[in-house]
């Protein structure tokens, strides 16, 4: 049996936008629910949350058969994490911190096999040849891997069309929050500046025939994001939506007792 078909790099490759969720309550109840709730994809992030590779295979585990498509954000780009998340059954990657096309590069070719790549052939005996099962897994994964890496600092911007050029790299997530940081604007991803350097590195990527991916917490901006041609678009995540949800819960059940 082949490596499964990613539906959701086949959509980006398409132009068809898909929006999704971050999560990072490290929970397959979590998961399970939010892969079915109409999103396009749900990304597991090991990066700024407690997310271990047991605690994302649970989760993965918890998504299979549902609508949504798993994503996962790995804490850094080193290629042992990139190998052990594609082993577990992760098919699209997001790794952060990625300021040059040397960088890129190097992760296009960490997750996939000889002669593309250099990743490990240890997968006999992991999830995603399902233990062993499909035989023709290794011949089959590298054109379905989605490889998506994260621009979020100024020399990333400089770079942004050599980034985007890179061979292997699928597509080019502008990350609004450090981007601002790197850019003198901590906490204000809305700041001018940072909106034109945003708008900036979107045009180049597309030119380059890229897809283009970021988040937004603000519900109000999918229709701007969806104009200005992102396809890849995080629309909240689990930890902020059930933080103002409870919090807006209680505030309303203490009025009501007042």
């Not at 109409?38 to 597991?44: A, E, S």
């Not at 050029?165 to 906490?187: K, N, Q, R």
């Not at 396809?231 to 409870?246: H, N």
Request: net charge negative; glycine share 10%; proline share 4%.
């Amino acid at each position: 049996m082949a490596a499964p078909r990613n539906i959701l790099k086949e959509n980006l490759a398409n132009g068809k936008m898909q929006v999704g969720l971050w999560m990072g309550f490290g929970s397959a109840t979590v998961a399970e629910i939010a892969s079915r709730a109409g999103f396009d994809w749900c990304l597991i992030d090991a990066e700024h949350n407690p997310n271990s590779d047991k605690s994302a295979m649970s989760q993965l585990q918890a998504m299979n058969g549902a609508p949504a498509q798993a994503v996962m954000r790995v804490t850094s780009g080193q290629d042992w994490l990139l190998k052990r998340a594609l082993d577990i059954g992760v098919q699209s990657l997001l790794v952060p911190l990625i300021d040059t096309a040397e960088e890129a590069a190097e992760m296009a070719r960490a997750v996939r096999y000889p002669p593309e790549g250099n990743r490990g052939m240890g997968a006999i005996q992991a999830r995603a040849t399902g233990y062993g099962a499909d035989s023709d897994y290794v011949a089959s994964a590298n054109e379905q891997i989605c490889l998506m890496v994260q621009a979020e600092s100024r020399k990333a911007i400089e770079n942004i069309d050599a980034i985007a050029a890179t061979e292997g790299v699928d597509v080019v997530f502008i990350g609004p929050a450090d981007l601002s940081a790197d850019m003198g604007y901590p906490g204000q991803p809305d700041a001018p500046e940072v909106v034109t350097a945003i708008e900036y590195s979107v045009s180049r990527i597309l030119a380059a025939g890229k897809a283009v991916g970021t988040i937004t917490f603000n519900p109000d901006q999918i229709g701007y994001y969806k104009a200005l041609g992102v396809t890849f678009l995080g629309v909240g995540g689990d930890v902020a939506t059930f933080a103002s949800s409870v919090r807006a819960l209680a505030r309303h059940a203490q009025e009501q007792i007042k």
